[in-house]
């Protein structure tokens, strides 16, 4: 019986054990106990829980992401097939792999959203300007990671969106070529490439990444965290640090009193991308990095969809400068934010410039993004055929111009009801919109962005066609 | 010597040590990373088939294979052109284009029908002879030079990035 007793008290003994020899009281506790603003124990708190929950995603990336680093073969002939086996062939691989492929989305949103919550708030101001300039650099390596981690798939759209990304980096001016050849790691997107590639993001960034969050941490806790805006309270230099040392001494341990809020949503956010992983698995790879094959229509994952909308988009001449101008724009102004405005009102209802400034670029950003779902100027290459309601009960001539509508590829950018691309007009009713000669010189001359066919179609051909089209009432 | 220029000769000291070490370690690793940077680009000639493969008035897809890629380069080794044959002979017998579209580098996809490359990514048009039909592209497709020899059609090879060269 005395035996049990003391063998009950052992845990308790061998926790007080190490925590007295390794002074968890003096550091880690005396950390997690440092105090916040009492105003957090109100529903207010729930704002402040943003950055734990990138925090907790963050390390669920590093956890998943060992993990597929186990199997993941880095070398340009097998990394397409190591990954189609831990994607079908390992046990609970799709699951490892798709919570990696969703985290990463989840990385994404809740870096901008805790920035946005944090820009809103007027955190970033005095004194805690050097908090958002690391955030910042987060914010970039979160974008760095997404990016090289959508390359190490490895498939067809990787192999062409480390192309697409050499072509940019060679627009920038006198280091283009020179930029261009660091990303491909040679002469051309090889053998060499996808090493440097998968060191990049499973080491470099990584590191970077693991210091920031230290540097971040240690600043969020060294200038303690913000108290919430209210209207009317501008920050002031000079009197800022004492008005916050005294709410500080009335204020409550961040540990457990304001922490709760912080595990609470953290635990979702790592539950939701769990389940989105088991529901759906890891993202289907598309086809193999073969150069040669030619039928490929290359797109990033979802988030930087807008960024290839713009692409698409902007005016060829003002191409190099949005290419290379439009990411410097919004690094310098990132850095800038704190520098320009370190001081004055905090809340959000009296900067309605800052308001202007986030919902601008979202509003932006997600019509763009909805844009590049869509896609309308990319052609349609890989055939099809006109509906039977179109081609039904065609006579000659008309049926021989259908034919051509589509082997000519007019197909490739116009369509007829809704079948074909969507580059050029809708030409469902185009007989009843243009007369024959109309739509004959159209054809021949092309104009407006449309090539002109005089060149691969022959007189009788043209006039089938154009006698087809003028059917489309 | 006092104290305070003693310490400052050992402050001095751990920091330009420390400064070596950065050197010593940095120096290879920078040499090593950059190094494939200034490696001359390739630029042989490679053979992409028999002159009788290219009927007159076609336009074929070729591929070529770097004739010395790493051992695990895979696929990667291989480069796609479109050739198109435009002559029986003589010095305006063929055009070898980058299949690269010159906006952003995206393969351009031949419509045998239509006559023009179609672009997949933003949507760039060529005809033909390479220039340009329509969308972003700011200049017709790049084109390789070429020879022949015997009964063989050589190209010579060229890194990325495209748009600075041509
Ligand atoms: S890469 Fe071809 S149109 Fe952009």
């Not at chain 1, 009102?345 to 509003?363: D, G, K, M, Q, T």
Request: net charge positive; glycine share 10%.
């Amino acid at each position: 019986m005395r035996l049990l007793r003391a063998l009950a008290k052992l845990p308790r003994g061998v926790a007080s054990w190490l925590g007295e020899r390794f002074e968890f009281e003096d550091s880690v506790m005396a950390v997690l106990r440092h105090p916040v603003p009492r105003e957090l124990e109100r529903p207010v708190g729930w704002w402040y829980v943003l950055g734990s929950a990138t925090l907790g995603i963050f390390v669920m990336q590093v956890v998943t992401g060992v993990g597929l680093a186990m199997t993941y073969v880095p070398a340009p002939n097998s990394a397409y097939d190591s990954l189609q086996f831990i994607s079908h062939g390992a046990t609970l691989g799709s699951v490892v792999r798709g919570m990696h492929y969703f985290g990463a989305g989840a990385m994404v949103i809740l870096v901008l959203a805790h920035m946005t919550q944090v820009y809103l708030f007027g955190a970033f101001k005095f004194p805690r300007e050097a908090n958002w300039l690391t955030g910042s650099l987060l914010l970039l390596a979160t974008l760095a990671m997404a990016f090289t981690g959508q390359l190490l798939r490895w498939d067809q759209d990787a192999f062409w969106s480390i192309v697409v990304a050499a072509e940019q980096a060679a627009r920038a001016p006198v280091i283009g070529g020179w930029l261009a050849s660091l990303v491909v790691a040679g002469a051309n997107v090889g053998g060499a490439t996808l090493t440097r590639f998968y060191a990049t993001h499973v080491f470099l960034i990584p590191a970077a990444v693991f210091g920031l969050i230290g540097l971040h941490l240690y600043l969020v806790v060294k200038r303690g965290i913000s108290e919430p805006p209210v209207p009317g309270i501008v920050v002031d230099r000079r009197t800022y640090r004492a008005r916050y040392e005294a709410m500080l001494a009335r204020g409550i341990p961040f540990w457990p009193d304001a922490a709760w809020r912080d595990a609470i949503v953290a635990t979702a956010a790592v539950a939701v991308v769990f389940v989105l992983a088991a529901i759906f698995g890891a993202p289907e790879l598309g086809k193999p990095p073969d150069p040669t094959n030619v039928l490929a229509d290359p797109r990033p994952d979802w988030y930087f969809l807008g960024y290839f909308a713009v692409l698409a988009l902007i005016p060829p001449a003002t191409e190099s400068i949005v290419i290379v101008g439009l990411p410097l724009f919004a690094f310098v102004f990132l850095f800038l934010v704190p520098l320009l405005w370190p001081d004055g009102e905090r809340h959000w209802s009296r900067r309605p410039a800052a308001i202007a400034a986030v919902a601008l670029p979202f509003i932006a950003y997600a019509s763009l993004t909805v844009a590049g779902i869509e896609s309308p100027w990319v052609p349609k290459l890989e055939g099809g055929t006109l509906p039977a309601s179109v081609t039904q009960g065609l006579a000659e001539p008309e049926r021989r111009g259908a034919d051509l509508f589509v082997s000519k590829a007019c197909f490739a950018c116009h369509a007829i009801q809704s079948a074909g691309g969507r580059r050029g007009p809708d030409l469902t009713h185009v007989g009843s919109r243009l007369n024959r000669d109309q739509i004959t010189a159209r054809i021949a001359t092309g104009g407006g962005g449309m090539p002109a066919f005089a060149g691969s179609l022959t007189p009788s051909e043209l006039d089938d066609l154009t006698t087809f089209l003028l059917t489309r009432k | 010597m006092n104290e305070l220029s003693r310490r400052k000769f050992l402050s001095r000291l751990t920091v330009g040590l420390t400064a070596a070490i950065s050197a010593i370690v940095g120096l290879p690793i920078v040499g090593y990373l950059v190094a494939p940077l200034f490696s001359a680009p390739p630029d042989d000639l490679v053979p992409v088939g028999a002159i009788t493969d290219f009927p007159l008035g076609e336009t074929k897809l070729v591929s070529i294979r770097d004739p010395s890629p790493l051992a695990w380069a895979g696929q990667t080794a291989d480069t796609a052109l479109w050739v198109r044959r435009r002559e029986q002979s003589g010095p305006q017998m063929f055009q070898v284009f980058n299949i690269n579209c010159t906006h952003l580098g995206c393969p351009v996809n031949w419509q045998a029908g239509a006559k023009l490359f179609l672009c997949p990514c933003h949507g760039g048009v060529y005809y033909s002879d390479g220039s340009v039909a329509g969308g972003p592209p700011p200049r017709r497709l790049f084109e390789r030079e070429w020879q022949v020899s015997g009964d063989r059609l050589l190209v010579r090879q060229q890194p990325l990035p495209t748009v600075k060269q041509g």
